[in-house]
């Protein structure tokens, strides 16, 4: 389980609904494995019975660093004929709330409403549930030039040492 479950989801019928149907799918797993302690601990909020005889347990998204120190560095000035000016974010994550691209999305847009012809770039591999609505948002408020939406790769080592910032 990498994702959280929120109050609004399980409003009313319907959501009362929803949260007994997760329940009976959730008693017949031998073991549920949360991506870290705020998801283990969110699901047990709603799911108190997994916290009996090990049926829920959190694993850490470890991360290799010797990996980054090995790795090339992409070019995605070159790769996308953007000029040394250019200021790169990298934002590689999942479109999820807990993210906070919608906070990314409201600072850009404020960089650029001061200073409309700033060389920022921000580099997007992200990809999930909310990716559609963020483009809409984007497109919304004008910033399409500003964010480079990129298929996924599985060389993040060198997508992170391309971008002179990750957000």
């Known amino acids: 389980v990498h994702d959280i479950f929120q109050r609004s989801q399980f409003r009313g019928m319907l959501g009362e609904i929803k949260r007994a149907l997760i329940a009976i799918g959730l008693r017949n797993i031998n073991v549920t494995m949360a991506v870290g302690e705020d998801a283990k601990n969110?699901?047990?909020t709603y799911y108190p019975f997994l916290?009996?005889?090990g049926q829920?347990?959190?694993v850490r998204n470890g991360i290799d660093v010797l990996k980054f120190n090995a790795?090339?560095?992409r070019n995605y000035r070159n790769e996308l004929n953007l000029t040394e000016e250019h200021i790169l974010f990298g934002f590689f994550g999942l479109f999820m709330k807990q993210k906070g691209f919608q906070y990314l999305r409201q600072v850009i847009?404020?960089?650029v409403t001061d200073n409309p012809r700033t060389k920022i770039r921000v580099i997007v591999l992200g990809w999930g549930g909310?990716?559609?609505e963020e483009k809409i948002e984007i497109s919304k408020l004008g910033l399409e030039k500003f964010f480079i939406f990129l298929p996924h790769t599985d060389k993040m080592e060198e997508a992170v040492k391309?971008?002179?910032a990750v957000v």
């Open 42 to 44: 969110n699901l047990s």
């Open 51 to 53: 916290k009996k005889g």
């Open 56 to 58: 829920l347990v959190s």
């Open 71 to 73: 790795a090339k560095q």
């Open 109 to 111: 847009y404020r960089i």
């Open 130 to 132: 909310f990716i559609r």
């Open 162 to 164: 391309g971008v002179d």
